[in-house]
């Protein structure tokens, strides 16, 4: 015969269930002792520390207090000049993120948030994790637990700032170029070619070719491009950044 099970017969009363014995006595059983029962403290409502800082009241101290645009450049986010970046929340070809003050916006799968949802995107954190962070790294609150974390920025996104910091360095010197060929232009045949005017006509072919490939290219194009010639465009951007007030001054001269 198998074996029985043994059910105890209860009833509902004021006290919750009780045993069917309980209630014809009158006694009601005793609570459990919370040690003996992990399933009752879990029950419990968390005590709050006297003075300790609330959920609200950090978020909204982070929020006051920091600007955004500053802060996504803190954390290495590249802006173009109108303050749009590449999406964080979706793959995006051209900047649709607008940096706000207090917020941002992407205009191309329309995600909106503060601060503190960029942060949680930027580094993988929940949002009371990424506003402790912030507090932290700005000095708003006291503490090491984040100061060595570093931005989760995608790849594809690293990329894509990449790419588009390419473009308009060669977008600047074909720029450049042009303004060269026209300014240097000898008038007499005596005159001595200028060297930017020899620059202009050596070069402006090949960059022109160059910035041709991130204008109509595939991305596969355009990446193989930046694979090829890192070497070449790096030495452009330290010239640029060496000499762009030069430059500017001499293109001016006349």
Not at 108 to 136: E, M, N, R, S, V
Not at 142 to 170: A, C, W
Request: proline share 6%.
């Amino acid at each position: 015969m198998g074996a029985l099970i043994h059910r105890k017969r209860c009833v509902r009363s004021a006290d919750g269930v009780l045993p069917l014995s309980a209630a014809k006595s009158g006694r009601t059983p005793n609570p459990p002792c919370e040690s003996a029962s992990p399933h009752y403290t879990a029950c419990r409502f968390p005590s709050t520390t006297k003075g300790a800082r609330t959920t609200d009241s950090l978020f909204t101290e982070v929020k006051e207090r920091l600007n955004l645009i500053d802060t996504a450049k803190h954390y290495g986010v590249e802006l173009n000049r109108g303050g749009f970046v590449n999406c964080l929340f979706h793959k995006d070809k051209t900047p649709s993120l607008k940096l706000y003050p207090a917020h941002f916006h992407c205009y191309g799968c329309g995600k909106h948030g503060d601060i503190i949802t960029l942060t949680t995107q930027l580094f993988g954190l929940p949002p009371y994790h990424a506003a402790q962070k912030l507090a932290q790294d700005f000095n708003i609150i006291q503490g090491n637990s984040y100061q060595n974390m570093k931005p989760r920025i995608s790849e594809q996104m690293r990329y894509y700032q990449q790419e588009q910091k390419t473009f308009r360095l060669l977008n600047d010197y074909c720029l450049f170029l042009e303004k060269w060929r026209e300014d240097y232009d000898p008038k007499t045949p005596d005159e001595d070619f200028h060297p930017l005017f020899i620059e202009s006509l050596m070069k402006y072919e090949q960059y022109n070719y160059y910035r041709d490939v991130f204008i109509a290219g595939t991305e596969g194009e355009r990446r193989e491009f930046m694979k090829i010639y890192a070497k070449e465009i790096s030495n452009l951007e330290r010239r640029f950044a060496q000499k762009h007030q030069t430059i500017r001054s001499v293109s001016h001269e006349r």
